[in-house]
T-cell receptor, first 113, second 111 residues
Framework: GAGVSQSPSNKVTEKGKDVELRCDPI?????LYWYRQSLGQGLEFLIY????????KSGLPSDRFSAERTGGSVSTLTIQRTQQEDSAVYLC???????????FGPGTRLTVL | GENVEQHPSTLSVQEGDSAVIKCTYSDSASNYFPWYKQELGKRPQLIIDIRSNVGEKKDQRIAVTLNKTAKHFSLHITETQPEDSAVYFCAASEYGNKLVFGAGTILRVKS
């Protein structure tokens, strides 16, 4: 079946602009995660959705970052007033339920000029 | 919160030799420890995972060991092949929630 998909694959934006990144999880997966990977670095947790529960936003680096998950499926990560330090690959993952294997999408490479 | 340290940052081995990557974690509540392989430009893919009720798990040439008392776990790859070359990440979480990742190990297998 189809894996996790993300769009766009690449996004170049100017400092100060807002961006939206999209994640389509594997069908039926109730848990969805966003991570950020800076060049040559490990993955940094951003936010986690599980079913209808309130999301765990503990990893969001500032109030410029927000995410939503509509209908328990597609998720959008929004970064407002982008800064150069926001440049990274943003990875989405989904799992069947909490505690199961997380399957990653291909990521969105964000470059802020 | 949880903190995961991973060593070494780079590892070069000769084809056919074994490779060992070690991670330590700080939160004794963590009970799920996956290992991901990431090839250049690709997404991370799970290669093996272990839960805290098990001390060792093996899958063909790959094995993971867990020492809960010392709070460390290790990845062992035997009979390495060139296609094992990649970046390997360990991670820890409580109940499989958010994963806290190590910084990664670049493994190079020389043929």
């Amino acid at each position: 079946g189809a894996g996790v998909s993300q769009s766009p694959s690449n996004k170049v934006t100017e400092k100060g602009k807002d961006v939206e990144l999209r994640c389509d999880p594997i069908s039926g997966h109730t848990a969805l995660y966003w991570y950020r990977q800076s060049l040559g670095q490990g993955l940094e947790f951003l936010i986690y959705f599980q079913g209808n529960s309130a999301p765990d936003k503990s990893g969001l680096p500032s109030d410029r970052f927000s995410a939503e998950r509509t209908g328990g499926s597609v998720s959008t990560l929004t970064i407002q007033r982008t800064q150069q330090e926001d440049s990274a690959v943003y990875l989405c993952a989904s799992s069947q339920a909490r505690g199961n294997e997380q399957f990653f999408g291909p990521g969105t490479r964000l470059t802020v000029l | 919160g949880e903190n995961v340290e991973q060593h070494p940052s780079t590892l070069s081995v000769q084809e056919g030799d074994s490779a060992v990557i070690k991670c330590t974690y700080s939160d004794s509540a963590s009970n799920y420890f996956p290992w991901y392989k990431q090839e250049l430009g690709k997404r991370p893919q799970l290669i093996i995972d272990i839960r805290s009720n098990v001390g060792e798990k093996k899958d063909q040439r790959i094995a993971v060991t867990l020492n809960k008392t010392a709070k460390h776990f290790s990845l062992h790859i035997t009979e390495t092949q060139p296609e094992d070359s990649a970046v390997y990440f360990c991670a820890a979480s409580e109940y499989g929630n958010k994963l806290v990742f190590g910084a990664g190990t670049i493994l190079r297998v020389k043929s």
